[in-house]
Nanobody, 119 residues
Framework: QVQLVESGGGLVQAGGSLRLSCAAS????????MGWYRQAPGNQRELVAR???????DYADSVKGRFTISRDNAKNTVYLQMNSLEPEDTAVYYC?????????????WGQGTQVTVSS
């Protein structure tokens, strides 16, 4: 069974930094795109950043220049380095990955990790 396990969330003051990690485990053949999404109370889940297997990245306008997504294909892990955090970044952050089990590709989600930025 494929699982995505996130770590690295927490409480930080505005202007601070956090690094999120998400590791895929289980039996699968390949991972394509990986990404981070977030959902604040009362809001829809939104894309924060994503990265292809080859390293092409895409960011939400609100985090450009502050957040950096990266991945280690050998470790099946994606990271999100978050700098200059703002109270508006407070949300539950979810990892997502497009994974091939046997012959089909499916999207998987992590359980979410809370990020809270105090002013």
């Amino acid at each position: 069974q494929v699982q995505l396990v996130e770590s690295g969330g927490g409480l930080v003051q505005a202007g601070g930094s956090l690094r999120l990690s998400c590791a895929a485990s289980g039996r699968f053949f390949a991972i394509n795109a990986m990404g981070w999404y977030r959902q604040a109370p009362g809001n829809q889940r939104e894309l924060v950043a994503r990265i292809t297997r080859g390293g092409i990245t895409d960011y939400a306008d609100s985090v450009k220049g502050r957040f950096t997504i990266s991945r280690d294909n050998a470790k099946n892990t994606v990271y999100l380095q978050m700098n200059s955090l703002e109270p508006e970044d407070t949300a539950v952050y979810y990892c997502s990955a497009n994974i091939r089990e046997r012959t089909t590709w499916s999207n998987y989600w992590g359980q979410g990790t809370q990020v809270t930025v105090s002013s």
